[in-house]
């Protein structure tokens, strides 16, 4: 049997030449991940297992950056928990404010996922990391610990999706218009249970940083990892962040697929979610007026220093709109740094932006831009489920970081062509 | 092993955000995130369900978020069973893994109302709607996948010995 890019990854960590979907294997784990939320959970479980010590202390990652810096004290007490059991454990990869970023732009930048690698992660976005053409996938925290106590998860191998993307977007087209268009092609449950396997090419006129974007918001369909094959770009991100060694695999030329579907980038428009799932997809040409409350660039879907770089090209010289709150958040230390670095900080404030340290924080309603009844944000996050950022009343439009921008400056839904 | 009780209804892609919302998850006491349970989409929801009742979901229950808490907050809340059309297949892997009853079946999902008593019984997958009088089939899970729901999960299913070892060789 021929296999996709996913399942030759899954095969390489059980120790077999084949698997094919609906098989159930135990594989090798080369990384667990957990967050200030998942890894508390985790730890109550792990420690019923009565181990004194996790597989493997440079395989862990825990990085707190839900609801940390602390948000209060109840979130205080469950970072407090994790780095005291990181302590104990000798946990290396342990993230604490001052070094630690949002866990998915952390972790790539950190050099801690390489191509070939299988990762779990108790956080539905570690299927980001399949832009590095690793096999990534969110699990639970009971999954989390068991993966934490033995190196070994089972899982039952998926059938996959392919996404052949053609040609070349247009200037303000980034990654996360791409999948907001899939996602509004297939539906949130469209890929569920399967990969969603990007190739064609297409995927060469994209930066490893939208292939991220891309990745993390396969879950957004169901899917349970989104990957792309290792080219020229993955290789050179992985060799200026990380001193392991990628392996390459590729799928098979006649792999089975449940369908495949084609995509001229050339003929995307930039792309927004509408309240309250993220397949109520508009173009910005259809999106009429939405006058908004506040904009949050950040998260570990649009956060890196790419996506700033884009929102300071928007904001330079201009202001947010009055009565617009705009909520900048760069997804790691050194992302912060480097926006500070080229000027990217001080035109967000020139123009009225907060700019905050890294932190998930308003992406899921936990601090740093809640949204108060009625009040309407455009987010370069990942969900826009009811309550998602606030009140149950509140409503997210999530888009690219460009869109975003415009939208502050307009004080609605607009184009960044709208500010050119 | 059965379930048997009163069901409450709901739409499609009930996701983890309104089964717990985020704001609560500063906390991981199962008590206080089943306080809060459907909260934004069913303010009733925690003052009406009773222990042994049965929540029925359209398509693709739990989708979002990896959070444990969710199945956990639903268990909690007294449900003795969630029956829907598809689950997100993270939420699928937790309900097993804190062992909280889940069965996929369209039928039953679709044609199923609220207020109906409903009984599931996990080996046959036999669903039976005595309120419509209607029975239902879905595929049962497989016997280790059963050891671990009626475990109460996971890892207490490791610590029995119910299912194989999980050590490294």
Same mark, same amino acid.
């Given at each position: 049997m021929p296999m996709t890019l996913s399942q030759k990854i899954l095969a390489a960590h059980c120790g077999m030449d084949k698997v094919e979907a609906g098989q159930l294997i135990l594989a090798d784990v080369d990384l667990v991940l957990g967050n200030d939320i998942t890894a508390p959970v985790a730890i109550n479980e792990f420690s019923k297992l009565n181990k004194n010590c996790? +597989?493997?202390?440079?395989?862990?990652?825990?990085?707190?950056?839900?609801?940390?810096?602390?948000?209060?004290?109840?979130?205080?007490?469950?970072?407090?928990?994790?780095?005291?059991?990181?302590?104990?454990?000798?946990?290396?990869?342990?993230?604490?404010?001052?070094?630690?970023?949002?866990?998915?732009? #952390?972790?790539?930048?950190?050099?801690?996922?390489? $191509?070939?690698?299988?990762?779990?992660?108790?956080?539905?976005?570690?299927?980001?990391?399949?832009? #590095?053409?690793?096999?990534s996938t969110g699990?639970?925290?009971?999954?989390?610990?068991?993966?934490?106590?033995?190196?070994?998860?089972?899982?039952?191998?998926?059938?996959?999706?392919?996404?052949?993307?053609?040609?070349k977007p247009a200037k303000w087209v980034s990654g996360k218009d791409i999948i907001l268009h899939i996602i509004g092609k297939i539906g949130v449950d469209g890929a569920l249970y399967k990969s969603m396997e990007f190739t064609g090419d297409g995927v060469s006129q994209l930066s490893v940083y939208s292939r991220l974007t891309m990745a993390n918001m396969a879950i957004e369909a169901g899917g349970k990892n989104g990957i792309f094959e290792a080219d020229d770009k993955t290789l050179a991100y992985i060799k200026e962040h990380s001193n392991r060694k990628p392996v390459i695999y590729k799928a098979d030329?006649?792999?089975?697929?449940?369908?495949?579907?084609?995509?001229?980038?050339?003929k995307l428009r930039p792309t927004v979610a509408f309240p309250h799932l993220p397949e109520n997809t508009r173009t910005i040409d259809d999106v009429g007026e939405v006058k908004i409350d506040q904009t949050v660039i950040g998260s570990c879907t649009n956060g890196q220093l790419e996506d700033l770089a884009v929102a300071a090209e928007i904001l330079k010289g201009k202001k947010i709109a009055k009565g617009v709150r705009c909520i900048v958040i760069p997804a790691t230390q050194r992302i912060w740094l480097e926006a500070m670095e080229k000027g990217y #900080?001080?035109?967000?404030?020139?123009?009225?932006?907060?700019?905050?340290?890294?932190?998930?924080?308003?992406?899921?309603?936990?601090?740093?831009?809640?949204?108060?009844?009625?009040?309407?944000?455009? $987010?370069?996050?990942?969900?826009?489920?009811?309550?998602?950022?606030?009140?149950?009343e509140s409503e997210v439009y999530l888009a690219s970081p460009a869109v975003a921008a415009a939208s502050a400056i307009l004080g609605k839904l607009a184009s960044p062509e709208a500010v050119e | 092993m059965k379930a048997?009780?009163?069901?409450?209804?709901?739409?499609?892609?009930?996701?983890?955000?309104?089964?717990?919302?985020?704001?609560?998850?500063?906390?991981?006491?199962?008590?206080?995130?089943?306080?809060?349970?459907?909260?934004?989409?069913?303010?009733?929801?925690?003052?009406?369900?009773?222990?042994?009742?049965?929540?029925?979901?359209?398509?693709? +229950?739990?989708?979002?978020?990896?959070?444990?808490?969710?199945?956990?907050?639903?268990?909690?809340?007294?449900?003795?069973?969630?029956? $829907?059309?598809?689950?997100?297949?993270?939420?699928?892997?937790? $309900?097993?893994?804190?062992?909280?009853?889940?069965?996929?079946?369209?039928?039953?999902?679709?044609?199923?109302?609220?207020?109906?008593?409903?009984?599931?019984?996990?080996?046959?997958?036999?669903?039976?709607? +005595?309120?419509?009088?209607?029975?239902?089939?879905?595929?049962? +899970?497989?016997?280790?996948?059963?050891?671990?729901?009626?475990?109460?999960?996971?890892?207490?299913?490791?610590?029995?010995?119910?299912?194989?070892?999980?050590?490294?060789?």
């Open positions: 996790v +597989f493997d202390c440079d395989k862990v990652a825990l990085v707190m950056d839900h609801f940390a810096p602390n948000k209060d004290i109840k979130a205080a007490e469950q970072c407090k928990y994790v780095r005291e059991f990181a302590g104990k454990m000798n946990v290396k990869n342990y993230f604490d404010v001052g070094e630690m970023g949002v866990e998915h732009a #952390l972790l790539p930048e950190k050099g801690l996922v390489v $191509a070939g690698d299988l990762v779990v992660g108790a956080d539905s976005h570690t299927c980001t990391y399949g832009a #590095l053409s690793a096999f699990v639970g925290s009971t999954d989390m610990a068991c993966a934490m106590a033995t190196g070994k998860l089972w899982f039952k191998v998926p059938s996959a999706l392919k996404f052949v993307l053609k040609n030329p006649d792999a089975a697929y449940d369908a495949v579907y084609e995509i001229d980038l050339s #900080l001080k035109t967000f404030i020139d123009a009225g932006c907060a700019v905050s340290t890294p932190t998930c924080g308003p992406c899921l309603g936990g601090h740093m831009g809640i949204l108060a009844k009625g009040e309407r944000a455009v $987010a370069t996050t990942n969900r826009n489920f009811v309550g998602r950022m606030g009140h149950p | 048997h009780g009163t069901v409450i209804k709901y739409g499609n892609n009930v996701d983890t955000d309104v089964i717990i919302p985020a704001r609560y998850l500063n906390s991981s006491d199962p008590k206080e995130l089943a306080s809060h349970c459907m909260e934004d989409i069913d303010a009733t929801f925690v003052k009406r369900v009773k222990a042994g009742d049965i929540i029925v979901g359209g398509r693709n +229950f739990g989708c979002g978020s990896s959070h444990e808490h969710a199945p956990l907050a639903i268990k909690t809340s007294g449900i003795a069973c969630v029956v $829907a059309e598809s689950f997100a297949r993270i939420f699928y892997r937790n $309900a097993i893994n804190i062992g909280l009853p889940i069965i996929e079946c369209p039928e039953a999902s679709k044609a199923i109302a609220e207020g109906d008593e409903v009984e599931i019984d996990f080996d046959s997958g036999k669903i039976i709607d +005595f309120t419509a009088k209607k029975t239902y089939t879905a595929q049962p +899970f497989p016997q280790f996948i059963q050891s671990i729901i009626e475990a109460g999960g996971l890892i207490n299913a490791i610590g029995k010995n119910l299912i194989g070892s999980r050590e490294r060789s």
